[in-house]
């Protein structure tokens, strides 16, 4: 299965422009995809494809990458961002998830 | 407005068996391909099942294989998970969500969860 790598926990402060990375074990094109889950809540599809952003979120939120290596961008960030970001790749079988990033917000 | 309502969580003990349901509204339930996906406490997300529109396709993540059943009725707007011989590492909340884009396997939209807890 392909493993998708992301660093557990950042902090940033309110106004700054954060980025969350997401490597995968082996080539996914451009099959990878950004969730956000605030405590308590289901997850919510933020961006697919690795830069398309879903309908309905701000345009603050961004992605990047192809292959292996992938970014979800957040400028400026804002309190409101404080979640945990997964990102899923839909590129191999079976798709799989990160472990998740935890955003703290300052 | 898409909503999808999971039921039928709870505590069983291990090896019993258990059904979850997930009703669908707010779009064509049958348009759609549907899917299970569980996190058990405190960890990430694990894809457990997938179910296309008409049920023609249907795919298990290796650890639920041969011991979980997806299944769907498209007249009723529901989405169902058939647990059977549950260990305690089954315990997780169980969501139901919605295959989105089409040509990229995503679920744009997930229902609250239905939690699961495998203890004797």
């Known amino acids: 299965d392909t493993v998708l790598t992301q660093s557990p926990a950042l902090a940033v402060s309110p106004g700054e422009r954060v980025t969350i990375s997401c490597r995968a074990s082996?080539?996914?094109?451009?099959?990878m995809h950004w969730y956000q889950q605030k405590p308590g809540q289901q997850p919510k599809l933020l961006i697919y494809?690795?830069?398309n952003l879903e309908s309905g979120v701000p345009a603050r939120f961004s992605g990047s990458g192809s292959g292996t290596d992938f970014t979800l961008t957040i400028d400026p960030v804002e309190a409101d961002d404080t979640a945990t970001y997964f990102c899923?790749?839909?590129?191999?079988?079976?798709?799989?998830f990160g472990s998740g990033t935890k955003l703290e917000i300052k | 407005e898409v909503q999808l309502v999971e039921s039928g969580g709870g505590l069983v003990q291990p090896g019993r068996s258990l059904k979850l349901s997930c009703l669908a509204s707010?779009?064509?339930?049958?348009?759609?391909?549907m899917n299970w996906i569980r996190q058990a406490p405190g960890k990430g997300l694990e894809w457990v099942a997938s179910?296309?529109?008409?049920?023609?396709?249907?795919y298990y993540a290796d650890t639920v294989k041969g011991r979980f059943t997806i299944s769907r009725d498209n007249a009723k707007n529901t989405l169902y998970l058939q647990m059977t011989s549950l260990r305690s590492e089954d315990t997780a909340l169980y969501y139901c969500?919605?295959?989105?884009?089409?040509?990229?396997?995503?679920?744009?939209?997930w229902g609250q969860g239905a939690s699961v807890t495998v203890s004797s």
């Open positions: 969500a919605r295959r989105g884009d089409p040509h990229y396997y995503v679920m744009d939209a």
């Open positions: 707010g779009f064509t339930f049958s348009n759609y391909g």
């Open positions: 179910i296309s529109s008409s049920s023609s396709y249907i």
């Open positions: 082996e080539s996914v094109s451009t099959g």
């Open positions: 494809g690795a830069s």
């Open positions: 899923q790749q839909s590129w191999n079988d079976p798709f799989t």
